[in-house]
């Protein structure tokens, strides 16, 4: 047995250099335990979820809002589901939650909230900045489509916007394959991110890895993660109503959701003594 050491900071042990992560495959009932678990977690300690729930749901409201003020009525409905890209970086919070109730250690704020802060040192803020990078590639695909479809004449109001939208040709073909870009986007972000950002937090591995897990986990199990990303984006869509207030109870859930299911995924086993 290799003797582990673990950081005060934020738990990561020394013995990840010397582990390779290996995917498990999951089934549908992998997914309802790990559903389970994470709203147990909420329970036990509800007021760490409903703190980045609202902090989450602020954002949405911010980021909305900004394109009313700067005429950008039209950029709306993209930012709002841009937007939720960022989740996984905001849930990181809610992992070590789960981390600290499996593993029995104390929970405090100054504990989470500096774990969190520790990252930006770490692997997990490059892995921010890819997502990042996505959220841009999707707004300039916006923009794109919106120019290819409906030109680039303005709308005066966010209602003319909406009319266009949904009464003619070009509106709702440029609705029709923008959600067909967007899903793709999203398929995509929805591979790299979605036990990457947990095992970034629980192991010292670099970003890359953890992308090419994330991959694997997608790939050995993929109609059950499809699936779960599906199910994600409807939850998703129905807490944006009204005023994105679902997500104060439906982001803590799917953040404590995904830290067992990352640990349900991927497992651990000893390197070889030859690497």
Do not use: C
């Amino acid at each position: 047995m290799v003797a582990e050491h673990e950081s005060p900071a934020s738990g990561i042990t020394e013995t990840s250099q010397r582990q390779v992560p290996v995917v498990n495959q999951l089934d549908v009932e992998d997914i309802k335990q790990a559903v389970r678990l994470g709203l147990k977690d909420f329970y036990r300690q509800p007021l760490y979820g409903l703190f980045f729930g609202v902090f989450f749901a602020i954002g949405g409201n911010v980021v909305v809002l900004m394109s009313f003020i700067f005429n950008q009525s039209h950029l709306s409905y993209p930012l709002a589901v841009g937007f939720w890209l960022i989740g996984p970086f905001i849930a990181v919070g809610l992992y070590e939650v789960s981390r600290r109730l499996e593993q029995g250690e104390p929970l405090s704020w100054r504990a989470v909230l500096g774990v969190m802060w520790d990252q930006h040192r770490r692997e997990l803020a490059w892995m921010a900045f890819v997502v990042m990078f996505i959220l841009l590639m999707w707004m300039f695909e916006v923009r794109l489509l919106l120019a290819l479809f409906l030109g680039f004449s303005g709308f005066a109001t966010f209602g003319d916007f909406l009319r266009v939208l949904f009464t003619t040709p070009e509106g709702l073909l440029f609705l029709f394959v923008g959600n067909i870009v967007g899903a793709l986007i999203s398929l995509i972000l929805f591979s790299l991110t979605v036990v990457s950002f947990p095992l970034l937090l629980d192991k010292d591995y670099d970003f890359i890895t953890a992308m090419i897990t994330s991959v694997k986990v997608v790939l050995a199990s993929p109609v059950v993660m499809v699936g779960w990303g599906l199910t994600i984006t409807l939850v998703l869509l129905a807490s944006m109503a009204p005023a994105f207030i679902g997500l104060v109870f439906t982001l803590p859930v799917l953040g404590h959701t995904t830290w067992h299911l990352y640990r349900k995924a991927v497992s651990f086993e000893d390197k070889p003594a030859d690497l």
